[in-house]
């Protein structure tokens, strides 16, 4: 019997600690279906605010210009904190310098997709883990470079397509193309083009969702199944 199959199309923002969090569930929820579904995953972009300029800018007075003050911004983050805390993710905030903005950061990951989907994997959960644990800048050409050549990606080749409008426009058009499908939050799992769960769901939610997915389709005849061939590669 041939295992079930399904692709999952995560839209994130790698300066979204939500979209952190929502990384480790689906890897629990991957874990929980293992042997039962053959899940393919292929991250989309998405900016949570794309007017940042490219160095960024103060990472303290952009949270309390955004929740209105320093005590606010700490209260919304004490949520982030203790989901955090579950999935074993070492937020360190205080290190963060400034938010970041990520559309070269999104090319980087599209970037690295052409080494496969386990180096686009991969290179998510580097620059996670650059931003939210070691408090670098991931809109930092430097920092990038570094970040790629962990996932075999070759610095000369990374700078240098970083330095010119390589995949901008592409990146942009995905980015539109998710609002248009009606997201205005991430993360946001888009199981085989048909299900989508918005948010930082549990990995038990997310299981089930994938469950759900593979049932219905195998109630409907094979060539009816979509291939999410409208979303682009």
Known sequence: MTTPSLTIDVVSDVMCPWCYIGKRRLEAALEEVAGEIDV???????????????????????????????????QAYAAVRAAGADENIPFAFDKIPVSA?????????????????????????????????EGKNIGDDAVLAEAGEQVGLERPVVERLLAGDA?????????????????TGV????????????????????ADAMRKVVLEKSKQQPDAAPDGSDMPN
């Open 187 to 206: 993360p946001c799992f888009i199981i085989d083009m048909q299900y989508a769960l918005v948010g930082a769901q549990s990995g038990p939610a997310l």
């Open 101 to 133: 903005n990520t559309l070269d950061a999104h090319r980087l990951i599209r970037w690295a997709s052409s080494l496969g989907l386990d180096a686009q994997d991969r290179m998510v959960e580097v620059l996670f883990k650059a931003y939210f644990e």
């Open 40 to 74: 393919e995953i292929r991250w989309r972009p998405y900016q949570l605010d794309a007017t940042l300029p490219k160095q960024g800018k103060d990472r303290q007075q952009y949270l309390e210009d955004k929740f209105g003050g320093a005590e606010g911004a700490t």
């Open 167 to 183: 995949d901008r426009d592409t990146i942009t058009a995905e980015i539109d193309q998710a609002r248009q499908m009606g997201v």
